[in-house]
Each structure stands twice: as C-alpha cells, then as structure tokens.
C-alpha cells in the first residue's frame, strides 16, 4: 500500500492554490464534518458540501449545498463541477466502489482528493479482533506499519451497530480497498488520513456515557478489566481530528501521503478513565479485577495484549499540526454535551449493578 502511495506520488503534479480555496466536502454537515466546515469558513475558503437531506453546517448561508446520494456520485457530476473545487474531502467513504466511483467523477473536477480512513486498516486491529494470526504487531503503529490481510474485521452485529450509529456504512465496509482505490490514481492525487476512536460532542457511539452514568448514578466503584484497565488505544478529539482534515486539504505537501491522527501520547485506559471522572469532582475508585471475576457485561471483546499505540509524528511534522483543544478542555466540552445529550436508547443489561455488586463484594 505505502509503497504504491510513494511510487505514484512522484507522477503527481498538483499546482499550489493560493491561500484561499474551494473544498467540497462529502458528507460535510456530520460529527466531524461540522467542525471542519467551521474552521475552513473561518480561515476563508469556499466551501460547498455535499449531502442527502438539509443540512445543519454553521454558518449555512456562506455555504454551497449539493443534495443527492454518494452511491449515485457521477449523477451529479455537473453540480459538482459547476463549483470548481480545489480538492475533494470526502468524509464517508465506506467501500472501495465509492471509492473508485469518486476518483472516476473527481478526474473530471479536482485535481486533489483527501479522504478519510480508519486505523482499523492495520494488522494490529485484527490481531485485536483475532482474526489476525501470528505474534502481536509491535509498537508504535506507524504508516507503514502492515496492513490487515483478513478484509472482515467485523462480525455482524457490529456492522449492525456502526450502521445504526453512521448511516454512510455499509455492508461492503472495507477502509483498505478505500485507501487502494483512492491511491492508485495517476491523474487526481490521493491523500488518506487514518483515524482514531473520535470523541466529542455529536459522537454517536457516545462513547463517555456509560462511565458518566455510572457516575450520575451514585457509583462509589467502578470496575474494571485487569487487561482493559491497561489497554491502549488510539483516541482524537473531534476538533482536533478536523484540525489534522482542514491541514490536509489545503496543503499540496500532503498529496500520495498517509497520514496517522491521533493524540500523544496513547494513555491506558484506567488513566483516561481517571481523567475524566477528575473532571466530574468523583469521590469513588476504580476496582480492576482480573477478566475471570468481572461481570460478563463489563467484558471487551478481543486481545487486549495487542495495544494499538499509533504515532502522528508525520503529520505533525510534516503538515505541522499540533491539537487546537487541549486534553482536558476537549473532556469538559465532550462531559457537557454527553449530560445535555444523553443517547436516546439505553441499553439496560450495561448496568447490571446487582452483577457488579457482588463482584466487588467477592473482591474484598
């Protein structure tokens, strides 16, 4: 994969733009689509999303809308056109037929295409989910770090909730044949930005919930996994994900370039877990305890020996990016829109308190 991303970097000529640009934006008005329409209008560029319903992006009056469906992208070629984009930052790509799709109808429109990969691509992932074989991936996962070579990363019923929680997935998901489609252009520049488990207001997998309820619920101890406890995985507040977006699309320095986004450096998640209950005045403790005397609802599936600890050195260095929130601010404003906006279905068997008593009742 790298190596066909540097190959044909060096066929690639985009011309640099002057300071202000025209970005499309596919997918434009979502969790991370909002925050990286805010920081593009507010550096001056022309910005133009593409859609399938009305569209909530701030400031909707300095922005061009364009409604249709990306399974459908070449039909509406000359919408897309018409507003002559500078690059193409496409949000939700999930199969490499869109992907192939979208560079076909890009030849036609933009020089460059910045597009939005996960960190699951890589091997360390699916020795996570087991479906890797072999040793633990050794760390820190760099970009050109191996890929997975088992496609399926997951089961169904975890497409089933990522579909339930972003519609754009389907089942065709496969971020490696979007990354391939999206790199092996010798006429549009590609440019592929892996990203990490995503926090912030908006996040629809509302990932700080079920601590904050607990917390919410008067919980004087919170367990955990021996192994989870020390697991550690890449994470990026969502405005400083669309910081890392917002650099890409404008800097022709990141054309046939891979690039990692993640915070530095990656904490266990007893400690993440700490830092936000520290924000939250709690007065309780965590209790790990080892995974045969856990409760089952509170079990991770997956190896918790592999960590997935990413580095973002090369963006930083090369793209100069560096987090527009710091840490703690990005856990008081995810805390603040969590308690405001609670996910509207809970699954009750997540707080299963009478499991959890006994459990911490057998460790004392």
Request: hydrophobic share 40%.
């Amino acid at each position: 994969m790298l190596h066909r991303s540097l190959s044909w970097q060096n066929n690639c000529q985009c011309n640099s733009k002057a300071i202000q640009m025209r970005i499309l934006l596919i997918g434009g008005n979502g969790f991370i689509g909002l925050p990286l329409t805010k920081e593009l209008l507010g550096s001056g560029h022309q910005i133009a999303v593409f859609h399938r319903g009305i569209a909530s992006a701030p400031e909707e009056h300095a922005v061009h809308h364009i409604q249709g469906d990306r399974n459908r992208l070449r039909d509406y070629k000359e919408q897309l056109r018409e507003f002559h984009p500078d690059v193409i930052v496409d949000l939700v790509l999930s199969s490499g037929e869109q992907a192939q799709e979208l560079m076909s109808t890009a030849r036609q429109i933009a020089p460059r295409v910045v597009a939005l990969s996960s960190m699951d691509v890589y091997r360390a992932w699916g020795v996570v989910h087991g479906v890797e074989p072999g040793p633990l991936e050794p760390l820190p996962v760099t970009e050109i770090s191996p890929l997975r070579s088992t496609r399926k990363l997951y089961s169904a019923e975890n497409m089933r909730m990522m579909q339930n929680a972003f519609p754009w997935v389907n089942l065709d998901y496969d971020k490696i044949a979007v990354e391939e489609a999206i790199m092996s252009s010798t006429v549009v520049c590609g440019t592929i930005l892996r990203l990490p488990m995503v926090h912030g207001p908006g996040d629809r997998l509302h990932r700080f919930f079920p601590l904050l309820k607990r917390v919410a619920d008067g919980r004087s101890s919170i367990i955990l996994a021996e192994d989870f406890a020390s697991w550690r995985g890449p994470r990026g507040y969502v405005e400083n994900v669309a910081h890392a977006i917002a650099l890409a699309a404008i800097s022709d320095q990141s054309s046939g370039q891979v690039y990692n986004i993640c915070e530095e450096p990656s904490l266990p998640e007893l400690e993440w877990q700490r830092r936000i209950t520290k924000q939250l005045d709690w007065n309780g403790k965590f209790v790990v305890l080892p995974s045969a005397r856990i409760p089952k609802h509170l079990l991770s599936p997956g190896n918790a020996e592999q960590h997935i600890v990413a580095s973002s050195e090369r963006i930083r260095t090369e793209l100069g990016f560096k987090e527009a929130v710091e840490i703690d601010e990005a856990i008081r404003r995810t805390i603040r829109w969590e308690q405001k906006s609670p996910p509207k279905t809970i699954d009750p068997r997540q707080f299963d308190y009478a499991a959890e008593d006994a459990a911490l009742e057998n460790a004392a």
